[in-house]
């Protein structure tokens, strides 16, 4: 609360919400959302009526329908989903939480070392790790599947051996963080190596050592950078296909929801006004993990740390 | 995460406990009274407790139907089977080959992606019963397309007529318009809409990522209709080429036909428009005639009358040529074997017999959307009329059917070039000529 | 119901075992490797903190971006060497051309754009009434699976010829104020900057929470003391805001430009890379996942790789020379 009080007595404040700053960011806001709202209005509207007037005739002629989340939810009438997307859904929750936290917490130990336990050549490897940043994952499925079907060799020497994790909850969390590493490694070491440098050399000459600082000092302080990453890890495995489909299957007892969604287009694509429906199916927990952790977006966390 | 350990097992305990109870009382009774001999042939091995995998791109409610035919099969054999649909599927199929993770059955629609599959060295030739099968059921053109270098790896599964023309008959009725049974016929007809101010053809090409493949399947029709099919095989093998005088003269006719202004209003929003969308607008008039595969019926919302004298209904696409004796082009699916083991090899038997096609076509009921060029299975199994049509001229034995030829040719060709040069055509007016070049060029060398 | 239940509980079971050993295992080793002293305790911290990651980076992006360069210089099938062949195709290519122009348009254009107005709303959001409905708005694109998005934009870009009816707002605007629709897809070079107008609508939700919470991260004692210096306005941003999330602001940068390079999905499913608007990933993926031919893709892989080398050089000369200001 105290945080609260502050931002509000802060004379900045005024300065940028004037009211032409005000129209301008709401005008965007409203340019951003009517795409969105013209999806959204078409998936109340059945195929014909969406193929023959455009979304907006809603507001004039509205014949609203919920045949396309009844599709959705259900599946349609002549296929055989006991459950309909549930379990799908709780594959997709099953799916996304390790595979969000996994990367973050190997990534942050990593943006530490390479930003306070400098070695010869860390500056040169973080730039290294910037750039697999632009390794196509496409380009990563089949080595990657090779190595946990069949494990790696060198000759007849076995290095690892088969992992036998495809098509396993553990054979899409591992390739999801290992895609993510380059991108959380390069966004938390901007973070971390901003981080005040006399608290960290204070807490080194208390004689903490890297493993206590990470803990008690950037772990704590790193909390914004880490919800804010998290947020985006959280939607691009939530969202994910390829991964999905190359490391599980579309059964059931794994495949995620946007993989049930993609199939209810049908063979020959016939199904595609369900997808509007689907879209907002599945839109409603990505929202809920982006309210809950926006929060951790806290002014002040290092007021005071700073001389 | 209030909930101990202990209290979740012993959860997930009961729960299963009394799903086996519904299990046992559900399934039992209607074991009994199965004439396995009947149903599904004799002479399978019984491997009780055995699972085959199958990976295709057949998605939702068609797959479901594949599961429903396939329970007869799993209650004789004791064999079950595992059925996983992707519209991916040619993305990961090679994917998932490739990485060790093969399915045990992959249910493939283009020869080409066979041949890749075959080429990687993991795919199984098709054991001694089902090559007999095919002997037996199938025309010598379907088994070469299952076959790669004189091999046979992969029986075929369902077909589809694409030589047809989607139409309304209310709207024709209306306008005085009778169905044309040769090509002159369709174009007098197409002027008589042009004069009456109606766009006599529907047409769109777009499908995302594959955009083009309809206008492949209208150059395939005309090439059949004008030359035959012995010019139609020497084009997918190269030798004859696209730039060879009668291929180009088949594209003035598509020219004169679906790039063609007067009949078609628009030809470069034909280039945008999906595929899907093209002949919506059929039962109101909006335009005239589609030419289609039998498979754009999934396209009309429920409660379309798809009839003989409905709101729509299809016509054969008459002939060009008349020493081409009733050409017929279609596609299909193979099932290609990844793996030797005998529940794979008696599924793959069971696949190519026709009790299996009769029992796929039954699932289907009165809705149809199924159909086989197995020659086992009588016209009568049809319960749909439009698969009777197609059925008719599938097992038609002196028509001259051919199959989709992008889908034959090279990837780099099939589903690469030919797509973008001939959208292209469409939406930038590039000359048939230009093409045809860019096309040839881009063959891979062998 | 008791079926779902019997399924799904284990599934969750397995994701409390997977977490709670993952941090188990994490703190026997912090534990153990903190025990260590002297001069093996630097060496024991970096083998702790970065090993794991350099083990996950190795077996998932090193050893397939070698085999990648390796693949390129490899027949389609990946069975015979062709030394340059496939980058000789690739240059000679006419269609090519385009593709790299496109590609340099988007990485010139879209990591410029979306940051610049990211940037912009974080700092008129920062404490504006409402802040947190106008950033979950403006958030929303990035949560809509790219599916639902091209359905989403198919609804703007549509293009029906005049008789029959728009169903594309784009083209509805146009004709409500008396001008002629064109078929917006297929207009060159315009295309190109309607599909970026996506690409921008989607990601300028990263940018703005990114910065946004580097603003958030300022010290508010030294934006108040320098506001009560009479900072005010534009002069508040460019001396004390901006400055403080300068490095954020060139990570984002850099951010976007790497997603715009890798981007393929926004042209694959609008126009299929048609109508001279396909970009470099796009026709890797064609090559790769379409056309079957491995090693022009991969060719084309490294291209990509190759693109990304200027801004890693500004990065790295970024990174040293704000080192040498602290």
Known sequence: ?307 | MSISKKGLLATVGVASLSLLATFVTTVAPADAAINCNKIIGPGYAQLKGKTVTMFTSILDPELSKYQKALASFTTCTGIKVKMEGSNQFEALLPVRVKGGNAPDIAIIPQPGLLAQMVATGKAVPAPAQTLKNVNKYWSPGWKGYGSVNGKFYASPNSANMKSLVWYSPKQFAKAGYTVPTTWTGMMALADKMAAAKQTAFCGGIGSGGATGWPATDWLEEVVVRQFGGQVYADWISHKIKFSDPKILAAMKTVEGWMLNSKYVGDVKAIATTTFQAAGLGIPAGSCMMLQQASFYAAQYPAGTDVSKNGDVWAFYLPGINTSVKTPVEGGGEFFAAFSKRPEVQELQNYLSTPQWAINRIATAGSGGGWLSANSGVPLSAYKNPLDQLSAKYLADKNSTFVFDASDAMPAAVGAGTEWTQLTSWFADGKSSADVAKAIDDSWPAQ | MNSFFSTNLPKFEQILVAIAAFFAILMVVFYLAGKANGRKQRPIAILVLLGPAMVLLTAGLIVPAIQTILFSFKDANSIKFIGLHNYTWLIQNPDMQKVFVNTLLWIIITPFVTTALGLFLAIMLDRMKRESVAKSLLFMPMAISFVGASVIWKFVYDFAVPSKPQTGLLSAIVRAFGFKPSNWILTQPLNTFLLMIIFIWVQTGFAMVILSAAIKAVPADIVEASALDGAFGWKLFRNITFPMVRSTTIVVFATMLVTSLKLFDIVRTMTGGNFGTSVISNEMYAEVFVRFDQGRGSALAVILFVFVTPILVYNIRNLRRERSIA
């Open chain 1, 1 to 307: 609360m105290s945080t609260l009080k502050l931002a509000n007595a802060n004379p900045g404040r005024k300065l940028f919400s004037t009211r032409f700053a005000t129209i301008v960011v709401w005008t965007i806001t409203f340019l951003w959302t009517v795409p969105t709202f013209g999806l959204f209005a078409s998936s109340f509207r059945n195929k014909q009526e969406i193929f023959l007037s455009g979304w907006w005739h809603i507001f004039t002629n509205p014949h609203l329908t919920l045949s396309n989340y009844h599709a959705v939810i259900f599946g349609s009438s002549s296929s055989t989903l006991s459950d309909g997307v549930l379990p799908y859904l709780m594959n997709s929750i099953v799916i996304t939480i390790p595979a969000v936290i996994f990367p973050v917490v190997v990534a942050t130990m990593a943006a530490y070392c390479l930003a306070w336990v400098k070695f010869r050549g860390s500056d040169a490897l973080f730039f290294f790790i910037f750039a697999l940043q632009i390794v196509p994952i496409q380009m990563s499925l089949v080595p990657l599947l090779q190595l946990f079907t069949g494990g790696a060799h060198i000759g007849s020497i076995t290095i690892i051996p088969k992992l036998g994790i495809a098509g396993h909850f553990a054979g899409i969390w591992l390739p999801h963080t290992m895609f993510a590493l380059p991108l959380a490694i390069y966004l938390l070491h901007n973070f971390i190596a901003s981080l005040p440098r006399d608290l960290m050399e204070a807490a080194y000459v208390d004689g903490a050592n890297h493993f206590k600082v990470f803990r008690q000092i950037v772990l704590p302080l790193s909390v914004p950078a880490i919800a804010a990453f998290s947020i985006f890890q959280f939607l691009w495995v939530w969202n994910d296909l390829l991964v999905a489909l190359t490391f599980a299957s579309g059964t059931e007892e794994v495949a995620p929801i946007n993989v049930k969604l993609a199939s209810l287009v049908g063979q020959w694509g016939s199904g595609w006004e369900t997808l509007t429906a689907g879209a907002f199916v599945t839109i409603a927990i990505p929202l809920i993990v982006f309210f809950s952790l926006q929060r951790f977006f806290v002014r002040g966390l290092l007021a005071g740390s700073v001389k």
